[in-house]
């Protein structure tokens, strides 16, 4: 499994940004699918999580009511919408992939396996 994340930037504070993530192989509709972010000097953290079949999904406090996650089974890609930006949502951000067989979303990267290059997204203000 191959995941390669796309869409980051450079954006002001309040602005949008989407970012993609494609996933090689056929594993993909199987695994619940998830996106992290790590800022410089810190841990890598948690920002939302889908199921397999984009069923449920779950939020980082930090995050809910502005960003949101989908994916897109037939296309192989998972999304993050950002809306309403703020300076400190800067970070790294990398999709990932739960191979594992758990119903419940997983909030650690310790429950993913396969891990995209990840994607930079810088908010100023």
């Known amino acids: 499994v191959q995941l390669q994340a796309s869409g980051g930037g450079l954006v002001q504070a309040g602005g949008s940004l989407r970012l993609s993530c494609a996933a090689s192989?056929?594993?993909?509709?199987?695994?619940?699918m998830g996106w992290f972010r790590q800022a410089p000097g810190k841990e890598r953290e948690f920002v939302a999580a889908?199921?397999?079949?984009?069923?449920?999904?779950d939020y980082a406090d930090s995050v809910k009511g502005r960003f949101t996650i989908s994916r897109d089974n037939a296309k192989n890609t998972v999304y993050l919408q950002m809306n309403s930006l703020k300076p400190e949502d800067t970070a790294v951000y990398y999709c990932?992939?739960?191979?594992?067989?758990?119903?419940?979303?997983?909030?650690?990267?310790?429950?993913?396996?396969?891990w995209g290059q990840g994607t930079q997204v810088t908010v100023s203000s």
């Open positions: 990932a992939l739960d191979l594992s067989l758990w119903e419940v979303l997983g909030t650690t990267p310790a429950r993913y396996a396969y």
């Open positions: 192989g056929r594993t993909f509709s199987t695994c619940h």
């Open positions: 889908i199921t397999r079949n984009g069923g449920s999904t």
